[in-house]
């Protein structure tokens, strides 16, 4: 007997439109006793077919892999999303560039695989599960990506310890499904990196601000440089190969801090214009010099982590955009540049920018919108599933 999710009547309405989420509140009943992570059957209250996906424990209940009956969720089926997920980011100029060895290769929904993100470096696949029928499925897809990327992927690190639902309680989360000890430096835009995929945050690095770097590079000659909550220093080497004339980079966390100096002395060698900070963000920029002053920055970064990673956390989350946007227009030098961001999936576009318009208010300052900016192609949207578009930012211009 299949296992099977029955909806209520009436909530099948947005898998016909095939968004690839089934809510708790919209089931009726579950037959066949699944455990979380099983492959599920999702069926309209009249009994017609719908979808099949994974079940978990949660307000997401069921993650939905194919919308076609007759599609088997089977080695194939991987090595099909997995070869197509490939095909885009070659469509992209991603894969095969000379400068770049570092990208996304699978983001979730956007590619048809919700739960599910692996993230290349090199010769290295990182592959993170944030569901746990991802987690299940973790040495099947390592082995259909090998199969499908056989010159590419020579290793493959499972890192899902602090992705994976806490109350699944699972264990031995981390670690090589395939090969071993890997060199840890990535190529981006002709610039070299670490990458920490054991320790790091995420898969070890932030390929999504790939473009965002590259843009804050054009805006950088001569400048003075901040780059706030820096992690392992991608816009402060971007802004040095711009030509700024200081950059300081700030982070919590002191192993961040000696990663960001090994990445700056990997690309600019003895470099005196770099130095870096491991100190809490809003007391560095508490005890920033004033706008008036010689030493005050005249391009900052502002790119913290998730402040809500869930709806109940916005408000909390606004608040703090706010209080931190306000603190870098108030201090910014006339003239200067503000690249701001937010990657919280909870925190929509407008929410984000209405943030940052109360900040520009209370500093009192004018503010220029210069760019509007977002995640880059190998964090493809699902046209059919909004929420996959959770990176935010601006590039303002404060007078």
């Known amino acids: 007997m299949n296992k099977k999710v029955v909806l209520k009547h009436g909530k099948e309405e947005s898998l016909r439109r095939y968004h690839p989420w089934v809510y708790s509140g919209a089931i009726h009943h579950i037959e066949g006793q699944p455990d979380e992570g099983d492959l599920v059957d999702v069926m309209s209250a009249d009994g017609t077919f719908l979808a099949k996906g994974h079940i978990q424990i949660g307000s997401i209940a069921v993650r939905v892999l194919s919308f076609d009956k007759n599609e088997d969720i089977d080695a194939s089926f991987w090595q099909r ?3 197509t997920a490939y095909e885009v980011r070659q469509a992209i100029g991603l894969a095969g560039s000379a400068d770049t060895d570092s990208f996304r290769l699978v983001h979730g929904e956007g590619d048809g695989l919700p739960g599910l993100v692996i993230d290349v470096y090199g ?6 599960a944030h569901s746990v029928g991802m987690h299940t499925c973790r040495h099947e897809i390592a082995k259909a990506l090998a199969e499908v990327l056989p010159d590419l992927v020579k290793n493959i690190y499972y890192k899902s310890e602090t992705t994976l639902p806490y109350k699944a ?4 989360s981390n670690g090589y499904l395939l090969g071993g000890a890997a060199e840890d430096v990535a190529r981006e ?5 670490h990458v920490d995929w054991m320790g790091g945050q995420k898969t070890g690095f932030f ?10 590079e ?8 901040l780059n706030m909550f820096c992690y392992t220093g991608g816009f402060s080497f971007y802004a040095m190969r711009g030509g700024a004339s200081l950059v300081h980079s700030v982070d919590s966390s002191a192993r961040a801090i000696d990663i960001t100096r090994a990445n700056v ?16 963000a809003f007391d560095f920029l508490e005890k920033m010099p004033p706008r008036e002053s010689a030493e005050a ?28 946007n306000a603190k870098a227009i108030q201090k910014i030098k006339p003239g200067g540049i503000l690249f701001t961001f937010s990657c919280s999936q909870a925190v929509n576009k407008d929410q984000f920018r209405t943030s940052v318009f109360t900040a520009a208010a209370i500093s009192g300052r004018k503010v220029r919108i210069l760019h509007q900016l977002h995640q880059p192609a190998d964090h493809p949207i699902n046209i059919y599933h909004p929420e996959g578009e959770y990176l935010k930012g601006l590039v303002l211009y404060v007078e």
């Open 218 to 225: 054009k805006y950088s000659r001569g400048r003075r440089v």
């Open 189 to 193: 835009n002709g610039l070299r990196f």
């Open 169 to 172: 309680n699972l264990s031995d």
């Open 207 to 216: 390929v999504d601000q790939r473009e965002n770097r590259a843009l804050l």
């Open 123 to 128: 010769s290295t696949a990182v592959m993170q």
């Open 297 to 324: 920055y005249d391009l900052i970064i502002l790119d913290p982590p998730a402040f809500a990673k869930h709806r109940d956390a916005l408000h909390n989350a606004l608040q703090g955009y706010r209080k931190l």
């Open 265 to 280: 002395e990997l690309n600019f060698p003895g470099d005196a214009r770099h130095e870096a900070f491991a100190v809490d």
């Open 81 to 83: 999303r997995l070869k």
